[in-house]
């Protein structure tokens, strides 16, 4: 896991650290979740809250969380931060191996649709050079070499 300074001299947005923190402060606050079973619940309702906590540790790491969030800020045309999940995409768990090619591809959109070609020309060259070729990434990377990505 990156350390919290990595993520703020990055430029993550702190937004995703607040919600990252108010997620877990309303999962271990909420009294349906953590109530313990001596406030009447039956026993076991405590389970529920390490469950999310385990979900949400294996999560900080998942390269396909990161890259799912970055497709759909994108869209959205939150470049920055699609930009900043891409990143941590790249720096995740790699699994599954696709979301290396797919983010740099993600990111080479971002250059050029924010008119910094030699940039996306490099992150262009970075998906190639994973070899991946899954959903034809390698195929995609090709042609936004030799043509910018444009929004549809």
């Known amino acids: 896991m990156l350390p919290l300074n990595f993520?703020?001299?990055?430029g993550f947005p702190l937004l995703f650290v607040t919600v990252a923190i108010l997620t877990m402060s309303v999962v271990t606050a909420s009294p349906s979740v953590a109530q313990t079973p001596s406030q009447g619940l039956p026993s076991g309702c405590d389970e529920p809250i390490s469950v999310y906590s385990k979900y949400?540790?294996?999560i900080q790491q998942s390269s396909l969380?990161?890259?799912?969030?970055?497709?759909s800020l994108f869209m959205q045309h939150q470049?920055?931060?699609?930009a900043n999940a891409f990143r941590f995409a790249l720096h995740?768990?790699?699994d599954p191996s696709w979301t290396i090619a797919w983010s740099y591809i993600g990111l080479g959109k971002i250059f050029d649709v924010t008119d910094q070609r030699e940039r996306a020309l490099i992150e262009y060259q970075c998906a190639i050079k994973t070899n991946d070729n899954t959903r034809s990434a390698l195929d995609e990377a090709q042609q936004l070499l030799q043509r910018p990505y444009e929004l549809p």
């Open 7 to 10: 993520h703020l001299r990055s």
């Open 56 to 58: 949400w540790e294996s």
């Open 65 to 71: 969380a990161k890259y799912r969030l970055a497709e």
């Open 79 to 82: 470049y920055q931060a699609s």
């Open 92 to 94: 995740g768990d790699g």
